[in-house]
């Protein structure tokens, strides 16, 4: 196994210690889909509950460092050059719906650039992690983006709103942060998402750019409205040509 660094570490173990609670409410959720009232307030308290374990796992560590996380917002600490960026559950709709795509996704962000980047999917038990300068990792083992270069040959993954019809392959999985994790370990070539917001993409950023891929430049002072083109660098023009305005 490759070596890690502290916070990385730390990153794993509170991902680890969240996904525990997320696993056992999923099984829950696929109980209450036949009922009428449906299980949305019992999820979004899934999330809650995810992200605050979560916290309390990164603060016992680094008390100092801020945090930036889906459910509760902006919390300037100490130390404001490190933050924290959470999503508890990346793909809240399908862990609605008791569709097994979701993920907990983690970065640390230090001085304006995110150096470290985790997304752990609970229920395949996959976890993609990377550090900057270190290199990008699937369940330990060193991933790179695809080498295609034919756009035929290639799949791409999408969400967001769609203005034309895309003579490409494309999936919508509901997920931003498996989508990315996805183009970083080769399975997908590339991933195209508009109206992001920062706790959506922080950890997929780096794992591409880690893995080799492409990426467009994303401003980290904002937390909402961003858009996402990455691919592997091979392919990336012509899939910008492809979905052009799109």
Avoid at 85 to 92: K, M, Q
Avoid at 235 to 245: A, F, R, T
């Amino acid at each position: 196994m490759n070596s890690i660094s502290a916070n990385l570490n730390i990153m794993i173990r509170a991902s680890e210690k969240a996904s525990k609670v997320l696993i056992r409410d999923f099984g829950e959720v696929e109980k209450l889909q036949v009922s009428k009232k449906g299980p949305r307030d019992f999820v979004s308290n899934a999330d809650i509950k995810a992200e605050k374990i979560i916290i309390e796992e990164l603060k016992k560590a680094k008390p100092n460092y801020s945090i930036l996380s889906e459910e509760s917002g902006n919390e300037f600490n100490k130390d404001k050059d490190n933050v924290w960026i959470i999503d508890p559950i990346d793909g809240t709709l399908n862990f609605l719906h008791g569709i097994p795509h979701f993920a907990i996704s983690i970065a640390l962000k230090s001085n304006n650039k995110i150096v470290s980047g985790l997304i752990f999917d609970p229920i395949k038990d996959e976890i993609f992690y990377a550090e900057k300068d270190n290199g990008a990792y699937f369940n330990n083992h060193r991933i790179r983006v695809s080498k295609k270069n034919e756009i035929n040959d290639c799949l791409f993954a999408c969400g967001g709103k769609i203005n034309k019809q895309l003579n490409i392959q494309y999936r919508r999985s509901g997920s931003a942060a498996l989508d990315m994790a996805y183009v970083a370990a080769g399975r997908y070539d590339g991933f195209f998402h508009h109206d992001l917001n920062i706790w959506d993409v922080a950890a997929g950023i780096i794992l591409i750019e880690e893995a080799g891929g492409q990426i467009n430049k994303i401003e980290l002072s904002m937390t909402k409205n961003l858009d996402v083109i990455a691919s592997n660098p091979d392919i990336h023009y012509k899939m910008l040509e492809k979905i052009d305005n799109f």
